[in-house]
């Protein structure tokens, strides 16, 4: 399989701040006090450089009304995207 498969796959916390936090007018701070994290570890998801763990997606999904499946299919489909772009650099 192909990097193209993935061409372009989107942070869970990329998808978090674009598609719940802006449209629902929540800042970061408010969002994590409400799930009782740190505004680090939450700010970290946004940046892309935290992912989101199994808890972290029961976490989500409770706050957003989504699913927790949501949340881990983004990871994982990021996370293949990036497992895909590495093999195929160190194949280059």
Same mark, same amino acid.
Do not use: C
């Given at each position: ?25 929540l800042t ?10 740190? +505004?680090? %570890? ?9 992912? *989101? $763990?199994?808890a972290? @997606?029961?976490?989500?999904?409770? +706050?957003? %009304? ?5 949340w881990?299919?983004?990871? *994982? $489909?990021?996370?293949? @995207? ?11």
């Amino acid at each position: 399989m192909k990097f193209e498969k993935f061409p372009n796959p989107f942070h869970p916390g990329e998808m978090l701040f674009e598609e719940f936090l802006e449209p629902m007018k929540l800042t970061q701070s408010s969002f994590a006090e409400r799930l009782g994290w740190s +505004a680090r %570890k939450l700010n970290e998801i946004i940046k892309g450089k935290r992912g *989101v $763990t199994a808890a972290s @997606a029961l976490d989500l999904a409770d +706050a957003l %009304k989504t699913t927790p499946e949501y949340w881990m299919n983004l990871q *994982v $489909t990021f996370d293949l @995207a990036q497992a895909y772009r590495n093999r195929e650099e160190e194949a280059a």
